[in-house]
């Protein structure tokens, strides 16, 4: 990879990865098994999981074909590794704030983006003083039937992470009311804020 091109992304739209691009015959199996698939993706999220948030969606896709790999997943990792090539030097900045550094977190779904089980992606990012310090991407333990059904649960996932991380930052001396939760979706919103469910956290 050191004479790759880099791409601007970490993973392209044009890719749809699924359980059907697994090698269909014993000789696909073997020139697969030759690829070191697990030790790459493993390097790619511990990279995530420290200092790329921005990985963070390609590595949850590329994770659930460890165990059979096709050819198109295996390009998906490359093409990672060609995004983290051209923007390796990146960093996470924190900024000194006049006022208290308070936790804000933005938060997505991707409804139906898995082919395989037609599950959604859940997607979220905290920040506080400018910078993001947890994330996550991951499939919903329940299959959505809608947009609006996909970001609630993604809202619901978020907001479990900012109350634990209400009481983190509150030890470091960070008060703050509420954690505002940033979501693209106005009836996800709407339902959030009904007051059967609200309950310490705003979605705006």
């Not at 969606?57 to 994770?63: E, G, L, N, P, R």
């Not at 936790?103 to 409804?111: G, H, I, R, S």
């Not at 996550?136 to 993604?154: D, F, K, N």
Request: with cysteine.
């Amino acid at each position: 990879m050191q004479e790759a091109k880099v791409v601007s992304t970490p993973l392209a739209a044009h890719f749809k990865l699924s359980r059907q691009q697994c090698p269909k015959s014993e000789e696909e199996q073997q020139v697969m098994e030759k690829v070191p698939y697990a030790n790459v993706v493993g390097c790619l999220m511990y990279a995530m999981v420290c200092t790329r948030p921005d990985i963070a969606q390609a590595i949850s896709v590329v994770s659930r074909y460890m165990a059979n790999l096709g050819k198109q997943h295996w390009d998906v990792v490359k093409w990672t590794l060609r995004y983290l090539k051209g923007s390796w030097r990146q960093r996470i900045m924190f900024e000194k704030q006049k006022e208290n550094a308070m936790v804000l977190e933005y938060v997505d779904a991707d409804y139906a983006g898995d082919l395989d089980k037609r599950m959604s992606t859940s997607g979220y990012v905290f920040t506080c003083a400018g910078g993001p310090i947890s994330w996550r991407a991951l499939l919903q333990p329940i299959t959505a039937l809608s947009t609006t059904e996909a970001e609630y649960i993604a809202l619901a996932e978020a907001g479990k992470e900012a109350i634990w991380l209400s009481g983190l930052v509150s030890q470091m001396g960070i008060t703050q009311d509420c954690v505002k939760l940033k979501c693209d979706s106005q009836s996800a919103i709407h339902l959030a804020k009904n007051q059967v469910f609200f309950w310490k956290i705003k979605a705006h």
